[in-house]
């Protein structure tokens, strides 16, 4: 991804680094964006926990995920059915294949407790939070939601 963006963008600036332990001063931005990324990392909570550290006050942290319920179940004909314990972090594996192009996925499962409780624990403030549909079915997609620290 690094070659990438840099490919895409000389000039631009790019880190990596461990998202639970950040190398940059506390309060330095003014927003975080975290885009279908938090449901990958180990330590989900740290990685909030560190997002509000490096975060000013007041500042605005944007996150998408899949929404948790789409993990827990899937549709057999027109019904959607719970098949896992939606109540629990569990680990998430699937394979995709469109177009003749196949990528798979891996990563944690959690319900949307679990990020709730690490938003506010880290002293995020839930400004919004929305439900995408799925396209052409009558479940969520994603879940959107922006918090503020305090």
């Given at each position: 991804m690094?070659?990438?963006?840099?490919?895409?963008?000389?000039?631009?600036?790019?880190?990596?680094a461990?998202?639970?332990?950040?190398?940059?001063?506390?309060?330095?931005?003014?927003?975080?964006?975290?885009f279908?990324?938090?449901?990958?990392?180990?330590?989900?909570p740290?990685?909030?926990?560190?997002?509000a550290?490096?975060?000013?006050?007041?500042?605005?942290?944007?996150?998408?995920?899949?929404h948790?319920?789409?993990?827990?179940?899937?549709?057999?004909?027109?019904?959607?059915?719970?098949?896992?314990?939606?109540?629990?972090?569990?680990?998430?594996?699937?394979?995709?294949?469109?177009?003749?192009?196949?990528?798979?996925?891996?990563?944690?499962?959690?319900?949307?407790?679990?990020?709730?409780?690490?938003?506010?624990?880290?002293?995020?403030?839930?400004?919004?939070?929305?439900?995408?549909?799925?396209?052409g079915?009558?479940?969520?997609?994603?879940?959107l939601i922006?918090?503020?620290?305090?």
């Amino acid at each position: 991804m690094l070659l990438h963006a840099r490919e895409a963008d000389p000039e631009g600036e790019y880190v990596l680094a461990d998202a639970a332990a950040l190398p940059f001063d506390e309060g330095a931005f003014d927003c975080a964006v975290a885009f279908n990324s938090l449901m990958d990392v180990d330590d989900m909570p740290g990685a909030v926990r560190e997002t509000a550290r490096v975060l000013e006050p007041g500042a605005r942290f944007c996150i998408c995920i899949t929404h948790p319920f789409r993990d827990a179940g899937a549709f057999r004909g027109e019904t959607f059915v719970i098949a896992e314990p939606y109540l629990e972090t569990r680990p998430f594996e699937l394979t995709v294949a469109r177009a003749g192009l196949e990528v798979s996925f891996s990563g944690w499962a959690h319900p949307l407790e679990t990020y709730t409780r690490a938003l506010e624990d880290a002293g995020f403030v839930i400004e919004a939070m929305r439900e995408p549909p799925d396209p052409g079915r009558p479940i969520p997609n994603f879940l959107l939601i922006r918090a503020r620290r305090r």
